[in-house]
């Protein structure tokens, strides 16, 4: 048997719509699919052809401030694997995020930033 595949995952965030276009000039991604969610709420696919990020909101979405990754099902931070790491984090910069926690062992090089409380892992194998 082959072994399984992430397709997408899926979690709540404010404007999936902006967070959407940032990852497509980030990572050279494209919008697969948006458009109406459960609860009137919205739901963005972005991602490759390959797999996605379902990022979804509605009207009642509360924002919380409790990142913690001691909690059950808290997402930790998304790992996102590119090619040509220093371009990225360019462009991370020029988009006013800030870079930190920087890492270069086996096996990549890579380095976070943070979007509102979403942490972002962006890694290089190459």
């Known amino acids: 048997m082959k072994a399984a595949t992430l397709e997408h995952v899926n979690f709540t965030v404010k404007d999936p719509d902006d967070l959407a276009a940032l990852f497509c000039r980030l990572f050279n991604w494209k919008i697969r699919w948006s458009g109406e969610a459960l609860n009137n709420g919205r739901t963005v696919h972005v991602g490759s052809d390959d797999s996605y990020l379902a990022l979804y909101t509605h009207e009642n979405a ?3 401030r409790s990142r913690n990754p001691e909690m059950i099902n ?8 590119v090619s040509g790491i220093d371009e990225v984090e360019l462009k991370v910069k020029e ?27 962006v890694v290089d194998y190459s």
């Open 62 to 64: 509360t924002e919380t």
């Open 74 to 81: 808290n997402l930790n931070h998304l790992g996102i694997v």
């Open 95 to 121: 988009e006013g995020y800030e870079p930190f926690n920087h890492g270069d062992y086996e096996p990549g090089r890579r380095f976070y930033f943070m979007i509102d409380e979403l942490e972002v892992e």
